[in-house]
């Protein structure tokens, strides 16, 4: 009895394939930083908002990698959550680009921009497949328009490696 308990396990065991489980990372806006000196204003939620009434924001973004995939992408999919509250007809896109770079900090393939037109709550926007080296990194990059009657920014950010 006990021999064929084994060999069924060691059957089972043959017979059973690798796991794959999605590898998804979501991460708080708080993560995102200004730049060009300025502060962004960061909510108890994660959120970080532009709340400057004289000038638009940058918001740069870390993106942790700790797959190395073997097909060369650097995610499957990539969606940040935004705000863009600027009213009409003043035009103003809340726009993020998605970047890869090698490991000498020069741009690796392309890099990925999505726009949220004026006047839309919070609303996913989802950036194409993209490659990176081994040695590479990715960052995240969004120009968040100033404040008029009330805040633009971005909630959170999630990446499928």
């Known amino acids: 009895m006990k021999m064929i308990a084994t060999m069924v396990t060691a059957c089972v065991a ?17 993560l995102c930083e200004a730049t060009d000196g300025l502060t962004a204003s960061y909510a108890a939620s994660g959120a970080a908002y532009n709340t400057r009434t004289d000038r638009e924001m940058t918001l ?6 700790d797959v190395e995939r073997s097909d060369g992408l650097g995610w499957s999919s990539l969606i940040i959550n935004a705000l863009n509250l600027t009213p009409q007809p ?34 996913d926007m989802s950036f194409g497949v993209a490659s990176v080296p081994a040695s590479g990194y990715m960052l995240i990059s969004c120009q968040v328009p100033r404040m008029y009657t009330y805040p633009s920014g971005l909630a959170s950010y999630r990446i499928d490696e």
Not at 16 to 30: C, E, R
């Open 14 to 30: 043959g017979l059973a394939l690798p796991a794959h489980a999605g590898d998804t990372k979501f991460y708080p806006a708080t």
């Open 60 to 65: 740069v973004c870390p993106l942790v990698r």
């Open 90 to 123: 003043n035009n103003r896109w809340l726009t993020c680009v998605a970047q890869t770079f090698n490991i000498d900090d020069y741009l690796s393939g392309t890099a990925y921009s999505v726009a949220v037109p004026p006047n839309t709550n919070w609303t």
